[in-house]
């Protein structure tokens, strides 16, 4: 039997029927059609599907979708501007390298906005520690570690470089 869910999601309120066993990324995904949000493990290990409930970060695999009823979620969806111009995170990896195939950065970049939301100036240790639910087979983290530094920086108002 499905029931019926809403949620903000990226701003907007949404609602779907959906079967009470879904994952909140299925229903992203499958039903809703957003998929920047990716499954890599599927059991918690890799944080590909990471999005933000009520500005914390979670793993969307893990998730039941029925616990997202009138939260607020955001994915990498929400983050450029109506007009395309993207956000200060997603300019700071595209200017650093911080994303090579991309399947990890929508989860990369969600748990940096969740960082940079609770500590706007975190060191590298806290930047490296804030990424250790989140797997990157391509990049050796440098360039991550980078791009959110850069982010923190630009999201403060100051010039990075
Ligand atoms: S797909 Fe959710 S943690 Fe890997
Ligand atoms: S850029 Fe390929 S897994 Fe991270």
Do not use: W
């Amino acid at each position: 039997m499905k029931v019926e869910v809403g949620f903000r999601l990226n701003g907007y309120e949404v609602r779907a029927e959906v079967e009470p066993h879904l994952r909140l990324l299925d229903v992203l995904r499958d039903t809703l059609g957003e998929t920047g949000t990716k499954e890599g493990c599927g059991e918690g290990e890799c944080g590909a599907c990471t999005v933000l409930v009520d500005g914390a970060a979670i793993n969307s695999c893990l998730f039941p979708v029925c616990e997202a009823a009138g939260t607020s979620v955001m994915t990498v969806e929400g983050l450029a501007e109506a007009n395309g111009a993207l956000s200060p995170i997603q300019r700071a990896f595209l200017d650093h390298g911080g994303a090579q195939c991309g399947f990890c950065t929508p989860g990369i970049v969600m748990a940096g906005v969740a960082l940079l939301a609770e500590n706007p100036n975190p060191s590298d240790a806290e930047i490296r520690y804030s990424l250790t639910g989140n797997l990157c087979r391509c990049t050796g983290y440098v360039q991550i570690v980078a791009a959110i530094r850069a982010a923190a920086v630009a999201t403060r108002g100051e010039r990075g470089d």
